[in-house]
Antibody, heavy 116, light 110 residues
Framework: QVQLVESGGGLVKPGGSLRLSCAAS????????MSWIRQAPGKRLEWVSY????????KYADSVEGRFTISRDNAKNSLYLEMNSLRVEDTAVYYC?????????WGKGTTVNVSS | NFMLTQPHSVSVSPGKTVTISCTRS????????VQWYQQRPGSAPTTVIY?????PSGVPDRFSGSIDSSSNSASLTISGLQTEDEADYYC?????????FGGGTTLTVL
């Protein structure tokens, strides 16, 4: 079945780095844009970044531009989010999602906690 | 840049109909598709409406979407409310290819 599984979250100090991964299965991964979306505790969903199927196009929310980098490896059916210069306000559950007419498939999320 | 504004919460009795609004602060609501997501506590979101009024397979026809250019708003209507519909609902649209989410509406069925 169509599935996305995130990993790589954890506790990191402000200014630190973390790399999130998202393993896709059950569909032709390279055919789809993919997005990262995050949700701080008790807060709204916030779109973070997307990448096109062949990695030609990427886009970032203003809040992470210059600090986060999205990438993918279609041979491994995997999506990544490299997060640098992390801030307390980056604390959230990070979801990867298949991005077509809507974000129609979501993973269960991985938790990032930025704290000293 | 624009914002999507939703009511913070709504409470409705089982069997009734509820409409949740999503108002775009600038630019036309009709210029970009609107999606609606349901998020139950402790779970990831799922799509209930895409492209303004399309329903994914498996979503009951009790869920419907519409847009109203006069109020510059999108709406999600759920009829025949069931306790399982209790969740947070988010609208989402596009701003120069960025994805924009509304603030979310907590639906309580009591």
């Amino acid at each position: 079945q169509v599935q996305l599984v995130e990993s790589g979250g954890g506790l990191v100090k402000p200014g630190g780095s973390l790399r999130l991964s998202c393993a896709a299965s059950g569909f032709t991964f390279s055919d789809y844009y993919m997005s990262w979306i995050r949700q701080a505790p008790g807060k709204r969903l916030e779109w973070v970044s997307y990448i096109s199927g062949t990695s030609t196009y990427t886009k970032y929310a203003d809040s992470v531009e210059g600090r986060f980098t999205i990438s993918r490896d279609n041979a491994k059916n995997s999506l990544y989010l490299e997060m640098n210069s992390l801030r307390v306000e980056d604390t959230a559950v990070y979801y990867c999602a298949r991005d077509s007419n809507s974000m129609d498939v979501w993973g269960k999320g991985t938790t990032v906690n930025v704290s000293s | 840049n624009f914002m999507l504004t939703q009511p913070h919460s709504v409470s409705v009795s089982p069997g009734k109909t509820v409409t949740i609004s999503c108002t775009r602060s600038s630019g036309s609501i009709a210029s970009d598709y609107v999606q609606w997501y349901q998020q139950r506590p402790g779970s990831a979101p799922t799509t209930v409406i895409y492209k303004d009024n399309e329903r994914p397979s498996g979503v009951p026809d009790r869920f419907s979407g519409s847009i109203d250019s006069s109020s510059n708003s999108a709406s999600l209507t759920i009829s025949g409310l069931q306790t399982e519909d209790e969740a947070d609902y988010y609208c989402q649209s596009f701003d120069n290819y960025n994805r924009v989410f509304g603030g979310g509406t907590t639906l309580t069925v009591l």
